[in-house]
């Protein structure tokens, strides 16, 4: 184990770059270390050591050559005035108190940055900056240099509008505290001692006041309800938001008549506090982690810019204009965007993106490369043969665009509320009836209150509360849901199905064993020295099994992509790679496991194997969700790893080996069929179909800011081995779902029985109906947080 660098914190081996007695482990942090020093921000360390990232030095010089083309940087500044310009960067470096620290003083490292700010949660960083002094290219090559890179994707430039249902209920919301809080203040009096005192004129002003700031509140605050209760009864349902509209009319209509008889100010404060409350309840249903998107689509990955080459000229344009025929020049680490034929180079394509496999796959000219590879190596050339929008990746996402509604708690519950409507209803018109004949003054009361204190308004809380505490307890965990209903889905799920690569096994970790014999530690270094030049997968996993030794550079080096790699060290030649490249024999077909075959000096050694390594926790996870779901295994892979994981899932468990995704697809559709609720949980591309097709799909990021197919939940990687305890957490939230039932049907009885008998006025209806949903609404919220601190630890 070597000296730690400065900067990151990776081990520097035996030869460590110094600088000022520092060590480092590449000359990238070395830079970043240096410009951090020059501009007196060394602050960066003091708030958190070694929090830097390790430079990645494989950036394509030109990465931010698109911003130059004013079409593309006009789309992405957020304002722009003279030279002035504000831009937001979405940068997923972004993990400690130092970054926040070091992006908020990017005005020390150029004089052409006025102000900048994070928002952490987002990951985002605006900046304010004079274009006369900086260009956006110049703005994100400098955030890229102290390796803070934004990423820049063409969703950003197609999807720049808020959305305006969200801004109109917080409008909503605002509105009506505005009115509740004043319209209180008027009605104060009534509460106290000595109330009825206040003159008459007063009375009179306060009720028209408060009837003035009731009117936008049942105008516009309220109008959903109404129209939620009209599509209702124009399909024949009576929904639960009909008897809260005839709650609203009924405490209105009665409030109006007191204002305009002179008797007062009504139960306005009343009405204002009932809309408030349902609509902070709407709006915390609504209210999930913002900075996630669960309706990705490929242009959220896929770069806002293409290189052409036309007559020789290498030209950026907008992906949108790419087109058949046009010839691309994809660089080292870009991905592919279009279905292409490579026509210059080697290919060495990785396609973990759409399929969640690691290893690239070797391309030859006049090879048909499919969107979304991402090249690894030297520049190639292609033609495109479809446009972005037919490729292959696009149907894959259109396998997943479209999904069936599910039968929702809300449904059952829009049911129990015709037949509570109709009830209440009925008690309200048979009491007005009986008491019309004794005195109708107390049968307009009794009316009102029975209407007002019957209000399912803490039913029509209860599940956005409970889901929704539901929802940001799971997230404060690392379980990110799309909305409630996915917690009513988990709670029905009665079958599991599993992906394997990158879902069940780690996508960059790997299992490396040596089969031969023993090597020397000379001859180990040796190969440590050459594979470090390569970015195979393979050779960057043999990089981190071998021990540490002395750097040495190659004499010579070359690397041919799908055979491997030679080249001589310290005047030694080193061979390593595939059997026919190093034995000049094929390998046997019956080979389940990767292999890289070693050859010095001429002489054979033997071969290292890749196998996957499984994510902690997967033998006790299985273990636990067995008792209780039958389990699935459906994976793209072949079948080398069966025995291994039917002693981990057990005979019971369906194990699928060599599945396209359409079969995938088509096996969730099977299991539907036999009545099966079901979750499925991938993470590639190709899981796409699949995920969309179960009744709830759950996408497992080791980054979730990153890459994740159209899913109704995203699993953080590092909390896999909690899924377990998330699916029974939803039985928990029903069981609170149910107690809050309870307690409203309690309160309810109790109060028609007050209420048909005359002995509870609308005033104090009115009073006690908000006075329950709150009671409610802690009820369900103190619930949630205490069984999950106890059950998600």
Known sequence: MGKQCIHCGTDCGSSPVIWDDKPFCCHGCKTVYQILNENKLGGYYAIQPMSGIRIDTGQPLKKFAFLDVEEIASKLVDFKDGTTSKVKFFIPAIHCASCIWLLEHLDTLHPGIN?????????????????????????????????????????????????KSNKSLILKIGVASFSFMNIMMYSFPEYLPGGDLLEVKFKNIFGWLSFILILPVVLYSASDYYLSAYKGLKHKIISIDLPITLG???????????VFSGRGIGYMDSLAGLLFFLLIGKWYQGK????????????????????????????????????????????????????AILVSGKGNIDYSFVTGESLPVSKKTNDFIYAGGRQVGSSIELVVDKAVEQS??????????????????????????????????????????????????????????????????????????TFGSTIRAFGRKGFYLKNTDVVEQLYRTTAIVFDKTGTITLNRKVEVRFHGKALTAFEENLIRNMVKHSSH????????????GEMQSPESYEELPGLGITGNVENHRVTLGSAVFVTGNNASEDM????????????????????????????????????????????????????????????????????????????IQ??????????????????AGALSESDIGISIAEDIFSFSPACDAILDA????????????????????????????????IGLSFAVTGQLSPLIAAILMPLSSISVVAFVTFSVQWKSRRQLK
């Open 115 to 163: 102000y900048s700010a994070v928002n952490f949660p987002r990951k985002e960083v605006q900046i304010t900056f004079k274009n006369d002094q900086i260009s956006l290219r110049q703005l994100a090559e400098l955030l890229s240099a102290i390796h803070y890179t934004p990423e820049i994707t063409l969703d950003q430039l197609e999807n720049t509008k808020i959305t």
């Open 248 to 258: 609203i009319i009924a405490l209105f209509i009665y409030s109006s008549w007191v």
């Open 288 to 339: 999930t982690y913002k900075a996630l998107s669960f309706e990705r689509d490929y242009r959220s990955y896929f770069p806002v810019a293409i290189t052409v080459i036309k007559d020789g000229v290498e030209e950026i344009i907008p992906i949108r204009e790419l087109k058949n025929g046009d010839r691309m020049l994809i660089r080292n680490q870009e991905l592919i965007p279009a279905d």
């Open 392 to 465: 292959y990746l696009t149907q894959l996402w259109n396998q997943g665009s479209i999904k069936m509604v599910k039968e929702t708690l809300n449904n059952h519950i829009n049911q129990l509320s015709q037949y509570f409507t109709s009830a209440v209803l009925i008690i309200a018109v048979v009491a007005f009836a009986y008491w019309a004949t004794i005195d109708f003054k107390m049968a307009v009361y009794v009316f009102a209150s029975v209407l007002i204190i019957a209000c399912p308004c803490a039913l029509a809380l209860t599940i956005p509360f």
């Open 537 to 548: 997968p393979l050779s960057n996993a043999l990089f981190d099994h071998l021990p540490t």
């Open 592 to 667: 389940k496991e990767s292999r890289v075959y070693i050859s010095v000096d001429g002489q054979q050694k033997g071969y290292f194997t890749f196998t996957n390594s499984y994510r902690q926790g997967l033998n006790d996870l299985v273990k636990k969700l067995k008792k209780h779901y039958s389990l699935h295994l459906i994976s793209g892979d072949n079948d080398g790893e069966a025995a291994n994981l039917k002693e981990i899932f057990g005979t019971e468990s369906v194990l699928l080996f060599n599945q396209t995704p359409t079969d995938k697809k088509a096996y």
């Open 670 to 687: 099977k299991l539907k069929a036999k009545g099966e609720k079901v979750l499925m949980i991938g993470d590639g591309l190709n899981d």
């Open 718 to 749: 590092a909390q896999f081995n909690r899924l377990g305890s998330f699916i029974g957490f939803s039985r928990t939230s029903f069981r609170i779902v149910r107690w809050s039932f309870l307690i409203s049907l309690i309160y309810n009885t």
